[in-house]
């Protein structure tokens, strides 16, 4: 388990999401991505941004100000298509993820809102493909720690610390990495918020269902903004 406690880097959300009008303003809110590690890898560290591998976890996507969990739920990424599959857990329901399925394509910008229960869907554009699971390109270096007793061969666990800012300095985020670009952690500063297993073990997860197929893209009403970050707030 990953604790967070104060005075510890706080991530925010990437450049690339420029306006971050959503369909429910917050003031100055804090998202708190945590994936709970358990996955192994051999790459080392470098200092410039690398990228994920194909993942399964658990995510919790968390307001460090009200201490609200958000959603929390189960994931699917594949790294070199950039899809991710986000399904909420019903036994740990949350206001805001209740039901949640969600399917997203960040080399296509589009996404779409699955309703198994009632086999229904909505196709929607993307404007902002920034998420948890990647390092943006534009990412700077913080610094590297050492979780644990670094006096001891073999134990601990290494972590890089990516920093970055949105476009128009609307906020600001920080994600931290294990070896082999794994990520642990991710924060987003707001102003208006796992077990990883390196393998995909259902690659049907990614494939659109078949109440999506067909389906018109949705038009975006103005000051709209849809991306992974936007359905938790």
Partial sequence: MTRCAEGCILPSLPQGCDSLRTRKMYVAVTLFVLMCLTATTRADHHHHPCHAPNMTGHLSVINLKSGETRAYGTFTYESTAKKLRFRSNESHPTNTSIGLDVLMFFEEGVFYEIDSKNQSCEK??????????????????????????????????????????????????????????????????????????????????????????????????????????????
């Fill in 124 to 233: 929607k554009a993307l404007q902002c493909s920034m998420h948890p699971m990647d390092i943006p390109d534009d990412a700077k270096f913080y610094g590297a720690l050492n979780v644990g007793n670094p006096s001891i061969e073999g134990e601990g666990l290494k972590v890089s610390v990516w920093i970055g800012g949105l476009l128009g300095k609307t906020g600001s985020y920080s994600t931290s990495v294990t070896v082999g670009c794994v990520p642990l952690s991710t924060m987003y500063f707001i102003d208006s918020s796992t077990l990883l297993f390196t393998l995909i073990k259902d690659p049907d997860l990614l494939l659109v269902p078949s109440i999506c197929q067909g389906l018109p893209l949705e038009e975006t009403p103005e000051g709209t903004v849809h991306s992974f970050y936007h359905e938790f707030i």
